[in-house]
């Protein structure tokens, strides 16, 4: 492959690299004395993939990026003003998506800086709890509580509970369908912390929604500027990276399946190469769909849940993406290139039977990769990261290591392999 292809695409990717780990360094150190870890763990899609699974991601997909970057420059009838045009519309679409997250009017807990969320809890801490139905003013007069406070609530009961969606409340009314009774029935609301109906939590999550917006905008008054966290400023540059990230490894990906069979017959020697790093990609990159849908469920749980049904989040197209690559670019597909194995056909049925038992993956999520999760299972997940990036850059290793064990074992001993 061309040094030029190795060039182009390690500088581009050590750039990601640092577009992705510069944001989980800088909520470490800019909310150390607050609650970095409610944060990092309630936010997980972000300060947590992305520095692990996606740098992982990125190691995997080097060798297919080369290879593909090579192919159109070199095996491609007007490759190079092709892949010049690819390139700068993918880097559109990334600024397109980006501007699109600065501008949601939905925004972040993390976004506000320190000490103003510091300075909420200390008022707070003064007033009189004076929410609920029994209190002396009523369920009417409840106000959201302190904005960390309400996400700490969400980590501490969450780790809890097996399952977290029974508590949230459906905001979005369909005014042509009756009222279910159940919407009177008094359940914990947490922005309020009391037990409200829905209606009464509703309000109170739409007070929580206009609370943190305005707390974390930085147009307007010298005051709200001065209210943004240095993460939210670091964040928002990064998120171009990471737009453009995910939308070149899915391009990348669909146009090596397109392109499979002449990339097998120019880089035998490197096919293996390609087709573990694409594997272990798109492994990789489904941890990011796990951990986006379970911060849904803390986004539901502060902000009302404003959809009926299966939500669409941008992660969710990397499902049938990974089944794509997982059904091509396994070593079968290179002895039989038109059959399907039972394997593959299997991953593509569990795929869409994840898809359609969303509640219960959505829980799943949030109790093992998102607010409700335990420190022990992100030390193991960073393990099989490690383990994983081990395999990318020693693929002959396990065999290097069991190949030892049958020679130490002893005589007439069944081999390790």
């Known amino acids: ?124 801490l003064a007033e009189p709890a004076s929410c609920g139905p029994n ?68 309000r109170v999550q739409q007070q929580f929604r206009d609370d943190v917006r305005l707390k974390a905008s930085a147009s307007g008054s010298q005051s709200l500027s001065t209210s943004r966290s240095i993460l939210s400023r670091i964040d928002e540059v990064a998120n171009y990276f990471k737009s453009f990230f995910v939308i070149v490894i899915f391009v990348i990906g669909v146009l090596l399946v397109i392109w499979q069979r002449r990339i097998r017959q120019l880089y035998p020697k490197g096919l293996e190469d390609i087709e573990n790093g694409i594997l272990i990609g798109a492994v990789a990159m489904i941890f990011w769909f796990l951990m986006d849908y379970g911060y849904q469920q803390t986004s539901d749980l502060l902000f009302g849940r404003q959809h009926a049904g299966f939500p669409l989040r941008l992660s969710f197209v990397i499902i049938p993406w990974a089944v794509l690559l997982m059904l091509y670019f396994t070593r079968s597909v290179r002895a039989q290139d038109t059959q399907i194995n039972p394997g593959q056909l299997l991953i593509a049925v569990l795929s869409s039977v994840a898809a359609v038992q969303y509640d219960k993956i959505a829980d799943l999520s949030f109790r093992l990769l998102g607010a409700g999760a335990e420190w022990w299972i992100y030390a193991f997940l960073l393990c099989i990261s490690l383990l994983m990036l081990t395999l990318i850059l020693s693929p002959n290793i396990l065999q290097k290591v069991f190949g030892q064990m049958n020679e130490d074992a002893p005589d007439g001993s069944p081999p390790l392999t």
């Open 135 to 202: 209190s002396p003013s009523g369920a009417s007069a409840c106000k959201s509580q302190p904005i960390l406070q309400a996400l700490q609530q969400v980590r501490e009961l969450g780790q809890r509970r097996s399952s977290i969606s029974d508590l949230q409340r459906n905001c979005k009314i369909d005014p042509l369908v009756e009222r279910p009774p159940s919407d009177q029935a008094l359940r914990y609301c947490f922005p309020a912390g009391a037990m409200l109906n829905v209606s009464e939590c509703c």
């Open 1 to 124: 492959m061309l040094r030029s292809a190795h060039v182009f695409v390690a500088v581009l990717f050590a750039v990601l690299g640092i577009a992705f780990i510069t944001p989980t360094a800088v909520l470490i150190w800019e909310f150390g004395a607050t609650d970095w870890p409610t944060l990092l763990f309630a936010h997980s899609h972000l300060f947590f993939f992305f520095p692990v699974f996606g740098v992982l991601a990125l190691v995997a997909f080097y060798r297919p990026s080369v290879a593909f970057t090579d192919f159109y420059w070199r095996h491609v009838k007007f490759g190079g003003p092709r892949f010049t045009f690819g390139f700068a519309a993918v880097a559109g679409l990334a600024l397109w998506f980006g501007a699109g997250l600065a501008n949601s009017e939905l925004r972040s807990i993390w976004e506000i800086a320190p000490k103003v969320l510091q300075a909420e809890v200390q008022a707070r």
